[in-house]
């Protein structure tokens, strides 16, 4: 179970806001909107799962500052428990890193049962959240304080897909251009992000703590060094969206972790990323590469991409990691609506 929560889902009634919006009696809770702005900040999202009339809700919300605030929001008569699959769905956000916020002991309950790995909170703790350990990462980086942009600009880029005939069509339209380069020292916190949020897009699960972290910067770096890939499209800025840990010797050229955000996965990045560093370990003389896959129990399909992208199992360590390789004369096409900087 995720020890982080990335999304808090809120009531409105009585908890958001006090009173209830279809009785017209309705004031602001200041300190559930500061509460909400300081996690926003440290990348916490917020959703919004609520039995009530949806135009007056975003109403309310428009008049207090807060409408901007919440993404996926679900304001309808659906269970609550319900909703939030959907917002867990549509974020694509596990259960377990989702907390839910209600006045209602009932609607706690029902939430706790029906999904028991989300964490039930009665509003009137609410505002101590912002002290609660599960919704501080310990420290912030660029893509952490715009998460909640980015979500947005992935509204933005689905709306601007239906204007096309085919997927290929609107990924060519959105002219993207990804940047794969040695990690530097602001990167690192962006990097552990990864390695500790990145559940599903993780190939062995690894975490390194941020000494080691600093010990793998250019200039420092033996056998091993990190790489990032940074994309950029016309919609703005996506942050880095991918690291990989890479271990060199005389006798392999070894990815020992690839990881990639779950906010471009479907868009190819992967893949360029891989030829990528494929095309470095060719450069560097060697003729095959070799990449680690630990199963973690919800990273299936990175070995799923190993394998489409031309690796073959070739072996085992003593701790049941799989060692993939592939002949460096084969190179993954990079997807024609990506350009590599």
């Known amino acids: 179970m995720s020890l982080l929560r990335k999304c808090v889902v809120w009531d409105l009634d009585n908890t958001v806001w006090n009173g209830v919006c279809l009785e017209g009696r309705v004031t602001e809770r200041r300190e559930i909107k500061e509460v909400i702005s300081r996690l926003d900040q440290r990348g916490i999202l917020h959703s919004i799962a609520s039995r009530n009339e949806r135009e007056p809700a975003l109403r309310l919300l ?46 706690l309950e029902q939430v706790g049962f029906m999904l028991p790995d989300v964490m039930t909170i009665s509003a009137d703790q609410a505002c101590q959240l912002a002290e609660n350990p599960a919704f501080d990462p310990g420290y912030s980086t660029r893509e952490s304080r715009s998460r909640r942009y980015f979500y947005q600009t992935e509204n933005r880029r689905k709306a601007a897909e239906k204007k096309f005939l085919t997927r290929e069509d609107f990924l060519l339209s959105c002219r993207m251009k990804l940047t794969v380069r040695p990690m530097q020292e602001e990167d690192i916190n962006r990097v552990s992000e990864l390695m500790t949020r990145t559940h599903q897009l993780n190939t062995t699960g690894l975490i390194l703590d941020r000494q080691k972290l600093v010990d793998l910067t250019p200039n420092r770096a033996k056998d091993q060094m990190i790489f ?82 031309g690796f073959v199992p070739s072996g085992h360590l003593a701790d049941d990691t799989m060692i993939f390789s592939l002949k460096n004369h084969y190179i993954p096409v990079i997807p024609k609506w990506v350009e590599l900087q």
Request: net charge negative.
């Open 62 to 107: 428009h008049e207090q500052g807060l409408e901007d605030f919440f993404v996926a929001p679900q304001i309808n008569w659906l269970p609550k428990s319900s909703n939030i699959v959907t917002i867990s769905e549509q974020l694509n956000i596990a259960l377990d890193a989702i907390a839910f916020v209600d006045d209602e002991a009932f609607e």
């Open 228 to 309: 990032v890939a940074e994309l950029d499209d016309k919609f703005g800025w996506n942050g880095i969206v991918g690291s990989a840990v890479v271990r060199v010797t005389p006798e392999h050229y070894r990815i020992i972790f690839f990881a990639l955000s779950c906010r471009v996965l479907g868009r190819g990045i992967e893949r360029a990323f891989l030829h990528e560093l494929i095309q470095q370990a060719r450069e560097s003389g060697f003729d095959e590469t070799e990449a680690l896959f630990k199963n973690t129990g919800r990273n299936r399909m990175m070995r799923a991409l190993y394998q489409m992208s």
